[in-house]
């Protein structure tokens, strides 16, 4: 018991705050991945999908329709399993160790707006990194189902 | 009666009643096109066929209004069409639509005078009662009425028209597929309209309902157009003329979130005995 608590309770990455013990699996991160690393190229690989990551982030941030919900979250550790997430879904050979999609948004109070806002700034995002339409709605399609975890209201 | 009434208003109240009741009102927030351009009967859809989605800009937590004008230009007619949706918590559509058809040089040829016009009111109601067009695994099934109430009763009925007013039932099914950047709708439409119900319900060589097909495919080409074509099977009721399948070719334009334009080429077949009737769709929508 002492043995599998150690496992699931990995040490908390460097200037992130800790969270609640969660057991690690890809299978959190919501969909499978890819086959094949053709959506992960037109992403431009790993420095892409981080730029995506990056700008999705701050779009989030300035945006009065969700801005608010992402104060007071930790931000190093958003950044850092969303990148994974993404590039796990999109066939880039990453692990996810984030949380599932349920906890991950637990007391969040998301509405469906506010959902759709986000998947509008994923968009912004992914076209200033001239990733093409078609690879984009490749990912919002493995997204689009978790709308029942993230969505509370 | 009074039973089945009540029946239908609880599950009306209970469709509507928004899990977000509680909360505050919110304004906009639905997914770019979401909320469809406008078919010709008013209600969200292509131009020709209807979708299943709700019209307006709003979510489960709103109220959004839509507006629309259409054009087409067909080769011996004109027709217009104009009107207003309004959005329920994207759960229930009520849409309010005016048609008129222009026979121009045509109604002289037919006996009606030059520049004669058919028209009619539709009130339309849509329900979303399953699934979404873009997060759910099961598509948008929505169920849908329209009640038409077409003017000049007394051509309607020398033309062999059996009534100058009807009602359409509607099953629609609406469903993006993002994997594939496709946009995908049917429906089946109970119905008893000539032309659209411009020339009446029922007539003299059928009087009675029959299930007519919607069909419409779409590309999206970035998140801000879509291209695709549709089809309209019609039932073909009067003896006089002929009616034929309808189908055109689109694109839907959202230059801005309160925009939508739709260009179409359109072939409506023939209409009162005038073959070939093709021409240029145009249609503006606003959408709050």
Redo the contacts between chains.
């Keep these: 018991m002492l043995m599998l608590a150690l496992l699931l309770q990995a040490a908390t990455p460097a200037g992130e705050e800790p969270v609640a013990p969660y057991a690690v699996s890809n299978a959190n991160a919501g969909a499978t991945p890819f086959a094949g690393d053709r959506v992960w190229t037109s992403f431009g690989g790993e420095a892409g999908t981080r730029r995506v990551v990056e700008r999705f982030v701050e779009l989030n941030l300035a945006d009065p329709r969700i801005g608010d919900i992402f104060k007071g979250q930790d931000l190093v550790r958003l950044r850092r399993v969303l990148f994974e997430q993404f590039c796990y879904l999109l066939g880039g050979n990453c692990a996810y160790s984030g949380r599932d999609m349920k906890a991950a948004h637990t007391d969040l109070g998301i509405q469906q707006a506010d959902m759709n806002a986000l998947v509008d700034n994923l968009q912004r995002a992914m076209s200033a990194e001239g990733v093409p339409f078609t690879a984009q709605n490749r990912l919002l399609a493995k997204l689009a189902p978790m709308r029942s975890q993230v969505v509370e209201r | 009666m009074i039973v089945r009434g009540l029946g239908v208003c609880a599950a009306l109240a209970c469709a509507l009643a928004p ?2 009741i ?2 505050p009102m ?1 304004h ?5 096109l979401t909320g469809g351009a406008t078919g010709i009967e008013g209600s969200a859809g292509g131009g020709l066929a209807t979708w299943a989605l709700i019209g307006g800009n709003e ?4 109220i959004g209004l839509g507006a629309h004008a259409t054009e087409v230009m067909l080769d011996d007619y004109g027709f217009r069409s104009f009107g207003a949706k309004l959005g329920l918590f ?1 759960r229930l559509e009520l849409s309010v639509a005016r048609q008129r058809f222009d026979t121009k040089a045509a109604g002289a040829a037919l006996g009606l005078g030059r520049g004669f016009t058919f028209g009619q009111d539709i009130y339309g109601a849509k329900l979303r009662v399953a699934g ?1 067009a ?4 099961l598509p948008q099934i929505a169920l849908g009425v329209q009640h038409k109430r077409a003017r000049r009763d007394a051509v309607i009925a020398a033309v062999g028209g059996a009534r100058a007013s009807g009602t359409d039932y509607l099953l629609s099914v609406s469903r993006i ?5 496709l946009v995908l709708g049917a429906t089946a439409r109970a119905t008893r309209a000539n032309q659209f119900g411009l020339l009446g319900f029922g007539g003299d060589r059928r009087t009675g309902y029959s299930v007519q097909f919607e069909g419409s495919a779409g590309a ?4 801000r157009l879509l291209v695709g074509a549709e089809l309209r099977t019609r039932p073909n009721n009067l003896r006089f003329a002929r009616e034929d399948d309808a189908w055109d070719l689109f694109a839907a334009w959202t230059p801005q979130r309160n925009l939508t334009v739709t260009a179409a080429y359109v072939d409506l077949g023939s209409i009162a005995a005038r073959p070939g009737q093709q021409g240029l769709y145009l249609s503006a929508q606003l959408g709050f």
């Design positions: 899990p977000a509680a909360g919110r906009g927030g639905k997914l770019l979510t489960d937590a709103g994207d979404d873009v997060y759910d695994t597929v993002l994997d594939r950047s999206l080409v970035t998140r």
